[in-house]
C-alpha cells in the first residue's frame, strides 16, 4: 500500500535559517504530492503541492519539488520567521481511486527568535 | 480556509453516551471525508463519501457510524467509545473522490472519552 516517510522532529532552528524537512514516499502508480500545515489548536491548511514529476510547488516562501527517481518531495525554505512553527505533514494521493489523502506522521517545527 | 466548518469543536463524553459531530462544507464539492488524529499517529482515514455514497471504511469500529445526507453535510455518529477513541477529528472536502484534487480540512473536534 501507500506510505509517506518524513522526519518527525521536533525540530528547533533560530529565525532566518535554512529549513529543509525530508519526506519520501511509496505509492503505486505516479500521485500527487502535499505539504500541509497545521498550526496549533487548528486544522490542517494546505501549503503546496505537485501533480507530476519534476513539478515544483510553492507557497510563503516553501518550495518542494517533486522527484519520482528518488521518490521524494522535500520542504524547503530559504529564511524561517517565528509564525512558521507548526506541524508539517506530507501527503500522497494515488489517482483513480476514490479514497482520502495517506499522510507522514507530521514535523514539528519550533523557530526561536 | 474557512470553507469547512465542524461543531462542536471540543466534546467530552462517557462511554456509555451517544454523541453525533457535525461537518458542513461550503466549497460546493462533491466528495467529503472523516480523519481521525491521534498522538504520535498519521492521520487515518475513516469514511469517504462521493456523491452522497459511501465509498470507503478503512476498518473502522463500528461504534462509528457516518451519515451523509447531502453533499454539504456529513456526521459521525458515536456510541459506546472507549478511552483509546480519544483524539481530533476532521473533516475535510474535495471536487471529487476520484481525482487527486485538493482536500479541504475543518478545525477538528477534540474528543475525550472518560
Known amino acids: 500500500g501507500d506510505s509517506v516517510t518524513q522526519m518527525e522532529g521536533p525540530v528547533t532552528l533560530s529565525e532566518e535559517a535554512f529549513l529543509t524537512i525530508n519526506c519520501t514516499y511509496t505509492?503505486?502508480?505516479?500521485?500527487?504530492l502535499f505539504w500541509y500545515v497545521q498550526y496549533p489548536g487548528e486544522g490542517l491548511q494546505l501549503l503546496l503541492k505537485?501533480?507530476?514529476?519534476?513539478d515544483k510547488g510553492s507557497n510563503k516562501g516553501f518550495e518542494a519539488t517533486y522527484r519520482k527517481e528518488t521518490t521524494s518531495f522535500h520542504l524547503e525554505k530559504g529564511s524561517v520567521q517565528v509564525s512558521d512553527s507548526a506541524v508539517y505533514f506530507c501527503?500522497?494521493?494515488?489517482?483513480?481511486?476514490?479514497?482520502?489523502?495517506?499522510f507522514g506522521k507530521g514535523t514539528h517545527l519550533i523557530i526561536q527568535p | 480556509e474557512t470553507g469547512v466548518t465542524q461543531t462542536p469543536r471540543h466534546l467530552v463524553m462517557g462511554m456509555t453516551n451517544k454523541k453525533s459531530l457535525k461537518c458542513e462544507q461550503h466549497l460546493g464539492h462533491n466528495a467529503m471525508y472523516w480523519y481521525k488524529q491521534s498522538a504520535k499517529k498519521p492521520l487515518e482515514l475513516m469514511f469517504v463519501?462521493?456523491?452522497?455514497?459511501?465509498?470507503e471504511n478503512n476498518s473502522v469500529p463500528s461504534r462509528f457510524s457516518p451519515e451523509c445526507p447531502n453533499s454539504s453535510h456529513l456526521f459521525l455518529h458515536l456510541h459506546t467509545l472507549q478511552p483509546e477513541d480519544s483524539a481530533l477529528y476532521l473533516c475535510?472536502?474535495?471536487?471529487?473522490?476520484?481525482?487527486?484534487?485538493?482536500?479541504?480540512f475543518g478545525p477538528g473536534t477534540r474528543l475525550l472519552v472518560l
Open positions: 505509492a503505486t502508480g505516479y500521485p500527487s
Open positions: 505537485a501533480t507530476k514529476a519534476d
Open positions: 475535510a472536502s474535495s471536487q471529487d473522490a476520484g481525482g487527486t484534487e485538493t482536500q479541504y
Open positions: 463519501y462521493n456523491f452522497k455514497e459511501q465509498t
Open positions: 501527503a500522497l494521493k494515488s489517482g483513480g481511486g476514490a479514497d482520502g489523502l495517506t
